[in-house]
DNA sequence: CAAATAGTGTCTCTAAGACAATATCAC
DNA sequence: GTGATATTGTCTTAGAGACACTATTTG
């Protein structure tokens, strides 16, 4: 490090690669039940080698003059037209093998964006881009099953959880189920970086447009932690963190609910 | 991404910079006194331009076959001769003027050695490595002051915590204290991390030996997170993280303790 | 009225914090 | 015994979870 020069060394690409998540809202089979919630993701098919029309996380190269979160903003914007209001590092994808297009290193994000959102598709580089909902559930056997699925299109990866000596654990991939690079593990480790987030709170908002019901956001919570829990408990528990507006919902088939704010 | 060649793109180097703890044993003035612990870390003196005789994480590049995680520990082990027993990423710093010799960007992580451990401090490319002891407290106006010290060497940061719009709670310099690059700014996110860790027992352990005391483990806690906690109500919540052995202390001037070990 | 959601009140149990009391060793 | 730390017990309070109940709207 003492006489350094930056041609000395041989150096990596570097990408940011984002898992978006928003939820997509399940109509309701009767007239009078208001619309759930469904975690789901964004996914781009490759046009081009390797893992040539497999499913892929938007992603891109970091460019001279940018931090690796504006790249990361950058590309979710080129995919979705959208500006996230969240979007947390992960962690350092570096794997030697892990692009066979040579030595390329990720830092993997998680974003949120709201349901309200235009998620409009566009971009040069993807041949397609989709929204997957997810599951992602341990087994009996302790290992964890991803499942997403897009209309008939359904992928199915597992990982097992590697707990190494240094308190870090990180997924390894035993079944890609058909995604690109090592982007199964990337996702699962960004879903439990969202559970944990969703656990207090953190994330939850993001999902939502300004003005929202207590009921809508318990569904997101629910949706994310895969859990339910009772209306009355979740109330006061988020009754610090929200105020109150003078609005109301109008029309659906029951009492109307007060629209709150995030505090 | 469709047709790419990594030669198409200008590539960043990757370093990856470790902010390394441990405690340093305080002598008690009393006889009877137990020892205390106090949050130290490791800073090493540069030789060579830039930043000539500064202090600066130990770290280095990213090699070609490795992953950043074996890139840190690397680095540790060629500073200190331990591997540690921890070892977390606190996130990429990519600000493209955050080192004058060019593109540099950094993984940044956590570790931490424990108190009985060798530290031989060698090392080709520092001319000094030494342990400084760590102050970091929020003052009145809201900023942060980072006070390290060994002897009669003491560096003082001033930093300001920016809520970025994306949740991301990011250190800005504004006085480095004559730290090199922005390693004030690493450090002070690096102790954020440590202390949530050590609010749920997460690296407490690390700093200690196989077996301890429970005050110990206290002590520890209390070091890093800089508060006091009754003992009483300490041992009650760490009671399920530890197993009793069937050995004591012997030979301080009071009742002997029990050793215990992490569950 | 029926169906569905909105919203409030309260009981229990657990965990955290404060504090008091007792135990044991080296000198 | 004295000074220090070790260890246990208990009181109070805050919060989580479970459950029961009331309120309001549309068809």
Redesign the interface.
């Known amino acids: 490090?003492?006489?350094?020069?930056?041609d000395d060394?041989?150096?990596?690409?570097?990408t940011a690669d984002i898992v978006v998540f928003k939820l997509r809202s399940k109509k309701p089979d009767n007239f009078r039940k208001d619309s759930h919630g469904v975690l789901s993701l964004l996914l781009i098919r490759?046009?081009?080698h390797p893992y040539k029309d497999c499913w892929a996380l938007p992603?891109?190269?970091?460019?001279?003059?940018?931090?690796?979160?504006d790249c990361a903003l950058r590309e979710i914007r080129e995919e979705t037209s959208v500006i996230?209001?969240?979007?947390?590092?992960i962690?350092?994808f570096?794997?030697?093998e892990r692009d066979p297009?040579?030595?390329?290193?990720s830092?993997a994000f998680v974003s949120v964006i709201g349901s309200t959102e235009e998620t409009q598709q566009s971009g040069d580089?993807a041949a397609d881009a989709q929204w997957f909902d997810v599951s992602f559930e341990q087994n009996d056997e302790g290992s964890y099953l991803l499942r997403l699925s897009h209309n008939d299109i359904v992928l199915r990866a597992e990982l097992s959880e590697e707990k190494s000596?240094?308190?870090?654990s990180a997924f390894v991939i035993r079944d890609s189920g058909g995604l690109a690079f090592d982007h199964a593990a990337i996702i699962a480790t960004a879903l439990t970086a969202l559970r944990n987030g969703a656990k207090d709170f953190?994330?939850i908002f993001?999902f939502l447009p300004e003005k929202f019901t207590l009921t809508e956001l318990q569904n997101v919570q629910e949706a994310i932690m895969n859990i339910s829990v009772l209306s009355a408990n979740f109330r006061r528990k988020v009754s610090g963190l929200v105020t109150e507006t003078d609005e109301y919902t109008e029309g659906a088939g029951h009492r109307p609910a007060k629209l709150y704010r995030r505090k």
Do not use: C, H, Q
């Open positions: 490090m003492k006489n350094y020069s930056t060394y041989p150096r990596p690409s570097v490759r046009g081009g992603g891109g190269f970091l460019s001279p003059g940018e931090t690796i979160e996230p209001a969240s979007l947390m590092s962690g350092m570096s794997e030697p297009r040579g030595w390329i290193i830092n580089d000596r240094f308190g870090v953190e994330f993001d």
